[in-house]
C-alpha cells in the first residue's frame, strides 16, 4: 500500500484529468466513439502516471499497471515513464525509472522511454534524465515523447503555427536529427488533435513546410496503428493521401505493431490498421522491426536510429509489392 506520502505526490504532481478532454484541449471532435476512445487513452495515462508516482516500489507500481485493460496497457506504461522520471527527481527518491524498466515495463519500452519524453518537456532540464544511461537505439523515443506532450498541450505553438520551429539541444545526439525526431512525436500529437479524423489529420499535416512531412506521417501512422478509432474507409484515405510519404507512414505503423507485439497487446485494430497501412500482418512487420534493428553504432552522419527507420520502410514495401504481385 502506498503512503500518505505517496498520496500527497500524486495529488501535487498529476496532472488534472480534465487536460485530457477534447474540449479542453480544442481538438477535432468526429464522433462520439473517437472521443471516448481519446480520452479514455488520456485517462489511463495518467492513472499510470500517478500511481507511479504515489506507490512505495516499482513492483507495487507495475501491479496496478498490470491490471490495466490490455488494449489500453501500453498507455498506462506511457504514463508510468513519465511518473518514474518525476519521482526520481524528488529529492531523496530514485531508482523507480530503472525499476520500471526492470520489470513488466521492459515488454512496454518503447512506451516507457516515450513518456520519459513527457517528463522532460515538463522539468526543468537539471532535472532531466540521463540520457546516456539509456539504451543508444531507443533513446530516440524520448523526443517522440517530447515532441507529442508540446504538440499535445502547447497546441497553439507546435500545431497552429506549423512554420515556426522551436530549437532544441540535448545530450542524446545531433540537434538537426533530434529535430525530425520530434516532428514525428509531433505527428503522433496530430492524431489526436485530428480527432482520429483521416483527412483532418493529412489537412494538418499538409499545413506543414514540405521538408517535416515524412516525419509527421511516421508518427500519425504509429498512433493511426496503435491508439486507433478509424473504421477501413477512413485508414485506405489516409493512406491514399500520404502520397509521396506513404512509405513513412507505414514505417510508423509498423513500429506501432511491434510495440503491440512486444507487449502482448495486440488488439484487432493493430490487425486492421497493419494490413492497410503496412499491407501485412502485425507479427510479420513486428518482425520487420526486429530482423532490421542496427548494431550499435552505424554511419557517423547517420543516427543508426534513422537507418532502422529507413530498413523497415524499404522492407515493408517490398513486402507491399510482393503481395500485390501475387494478387493479380
Known amino acids: 500500500m502506498s503512503t500518505i506520502f505517496g498520496a500527497l505526490r500524486r495529488r501535487i504532481l498529476t496532472p488534472s484529468i480534465s487536460e485530457t478532454t477534447l474540449k479542453k484541449r480544442g481538438f477535432h471532435w468526429k464522433n462520439r466513439q473517437a472521443q471516448e476512445q481519446l480520452e479514455t487513452i488520456g485517462r489511463v495515462f495518467l492513472e499510470g502516471y500517478g500511481h507511479t508516482v504515489q506507490a512505495r516500489s516499482a513492483a507495487e507500481a507495475e501491479e496496478m499497471l498490470e491490471s490495466v485493460p490490455r488494449a489500453y496497457r501500453g498507455f498506462a506504461y506511457e504514463g508510468a515513464g513519465m511518473g518514474a522520471v518525476v519521482h526520481d527527481a524528488l529529492p531523496g527518491h530514485g531508482g523507480r525509472l530503472e525499476g520500471l524498466l526492470a520489470g513488466e515495463g521492459r515488454r512496454h519500452i518503447y512506451m516507457v522511454y ?11 532540464r537539471f532535472l532531466w534524465p540521463d540520457v546516456e544511461r539509456t539504451d543508444p537505439l531507443l533513446r530516440w523515443l524520448i523526443l517522440d515523447g517530447y515532441g507529442f506532450h508540446q504538440a499535445y498541450f502547447r497546441t497553439d505553438s507546435y500545431v497552429r503555427t506549423p512554420h515556426v520551429r522551436h530549437p532544441f539541444h540535448w545530450a542524446g545526439g545531433p540537434d538537426d536529427y533530434a529535430a525530425k525526431v ?8 496530430l492524431w489526436f488533435v485530428g480527432g482520429t479524423d483521416a483527412d483532418t489529420v493529412t489537412d494538418l499535416i499538409a499545413s506543414y513546410p514540405e521538408d517535416r512531412r515524412g516525419d509527421l506521417y511516421a508518427g500519425a501512422g504509429l498512433a493511426a496503428t496503435y491508439a486507433g478509432a478509424a473504421d477501413e474507409e477512413e485508414l485506405r484515405r489516409f493512406a491514399e493521401r500520404a502520397g509521396e510519404h506513404r512509405l513513412q507512414l507505414a514505417q510508423g505503423a509498423a513500429f506501432a505493431a511491434e510495440a503491440r507485439d512486444r507487449a502482448g497487446t495486440t488488439v484487432a485494430h493493430t490487425h486492421l490498421a497493419t494490413r492497410l497501412l503496412c499491407g501485412t500482418t502485425p507479427e510479420r512487420a513486428a518482425r520487420v522491426c526486429i530482423d532490421r534493428m542496427p ?11 534513422e537507418t532502422w527507420r529507413r530498413d523497415i520502410a524499404a522492407e515493408i514495401a517490398s513486402i507491399s509489392i510482393s503481395r500485390k504481385g501475387a494478387d493479380l
Open 114 to 124: 516515450v513518456g520519459i519524453g513527457w517528463a522532460m518537456a515538463r522539468l526543468p
Open 295 to 305: 548494431a550499435q553504432g552505424g554511419r557517423a552522419d547517420v543516427p543508426a536510429y
Open 182 to 189: 520530434i516532428d514525428q512525436g509531433i505527428g503522433r500529437a
